[in-house]
């Protein structure tokens, strides 16, 4: 009987450490996995280019043999909303809004150079991921320093990120000095030109088909007929050269070097308001233009083509854009909110003036 007691007992402490065993495999393969991704995190620091898809990321924990990667990018609208200071000539970097992030990344540059190449500033930069619950995207926030970036100077620049030392995006720009003529108060400020002029996009949130046509676009003053007064902006949707949307109320354009606008259409022919969405755009093949009236008289376009009931992209929203400084992000994801909660992914499509 005292053998038998000692076989189960011994029997029963084998079986504990075996099961042991298990679980600590289990959580030691659990805790090497990223939040939502299927591929371990890399044991060194990796190269900035290529990272796992979106699809990657959406897996059930079955790794793809040769998964697609797609290189870093910054986002384009947030390079271009850089806060910009007139008087001084200068940027303040605060948000830089980062695209499919590579793995380990903590580290990167944002600089101001020549076309050249000659550096003329340079912003150390930290990086902060996930962007909330959006896995694909990550923060640049400046490194323990203040952000500020003066320049000074008119001329020709490039803005640009870089990660190991190598561009990831870059913004071409030229800067030109103005000087008032007042006598008794005179003033010297420094205005851009550069894709502000030229770049716009519709936009919609892709987990809502129903929500409101967003069209964001930049304006100044400067851009009005020569004695413009009392400026009021209003855009208007034309297809087949009738307008068939346009905004419900006109915008104050401001002092402002580049005024940053996003405005949504409704449909004046229609007894009650109805907001234009994706759908109601896209019902139609064909080209479209956006036409930006001031007091009623057409000063800027911007044309659009859906095709196959698809509304369609800019050539530079394309994710294998070469040489990939040049590539627009197809999303972004809006921060305006500023609480993390509210964040929203919104699908981008890019146009260019006419």
Not at 73 to 87: D, G, P, T
Not at 312 to 329: A, K, V, W, Y
């Amino acid at each position: 009987m005292r053998k038998l007691t000692s076989t189960f007992c011994l029997c029963v402490l084998t079986l504990t450490l075996l099961s042991s065993a298990v679980v600590g495999q289990r959580r030691g393969q659990r805790g090497g996995v990223r939040p939502g991704q299927n591929q371990p995190t890399p044991t060194s620091t990796p190269t900035p280019a290529p990272v796992p898809t979106g699809a990657a990321r959406e897996t059930t924990g079955q790794a793809s043999p040769a998964p697609q990667t797609y290189k870093p990018a910054v986002e384009y609208q947030s390079f271009m909303q850089l806060r910009f200071y007139e008087n001084q000539g200068g940027f303040l970097i605060e948000d830089l809004e980062l695209v499919f992030p590579p793995p380990g990344l903590r580290k990167a540059t944002f600089v101001i150079s020549r076309p050249n190449g000659e550096v003329v500033n340079t912003v150390p930069l930290r990086v902060e991921t996930p962007l909330a619950s959006y896995t694909a995207f990550g923060m640049f926030k400046p490194d323990a320093v203040s952000g500020l970036a003066p320049i000074g100077e008119p001329g020709d620049y490039v803005l640009s990120v870089h990660i190991d030392g190598q561009p990831i995006t870059t913004l071409p720009f030229t800067m030109k000095r103005e000087t008032n003529n007042d006598p008794f108060n005179p003033q010297t400020t420094f205005v851009r030109e550069g894709p502000w002029r030229d770049l716009a996009y519709f936009s919609n949130r892709p987990e809502e088909p129903d929500s409101h046509l967003e069209f964001s676009w930049w304006t100044r003053l400067r851009e009005l007929p020569p004695g413009t007064k009392n400026p009021m902006v209003t855009l208007h949707l034309l297809h087949g050269g009738q307008e068939i949307a346009a905004t419900r109320s006109p915008v104050v354009p401001t002092q402002t070097d580049w005024q940053f606008l996003y405005q949504e259409f409704h449909f004046p022919a229609e007894k009650q308001v109805r907001w234009m969405t994706l759908d109601d755009l896209t019902k139609r093949d064909g080209e479209y233009t956006v036409v930006a009236k001031v007091n009623g008289k057409p000063f800027k376009s911007y044309k659009a083509e859906v095709k196959g009931g698809q509304l369609q992209r800019h050539p530079r929203n394309r994710l294998e854009m070469e040489p990939h400084t040049d590539f627009i992000s197809p999303r972004l994801v809006d921060v305006s909110a500023r609480t993390s909660s509210r964040y929203a992914m919104r699908d981008t499509y890019w146009v260019r003036k006419n």
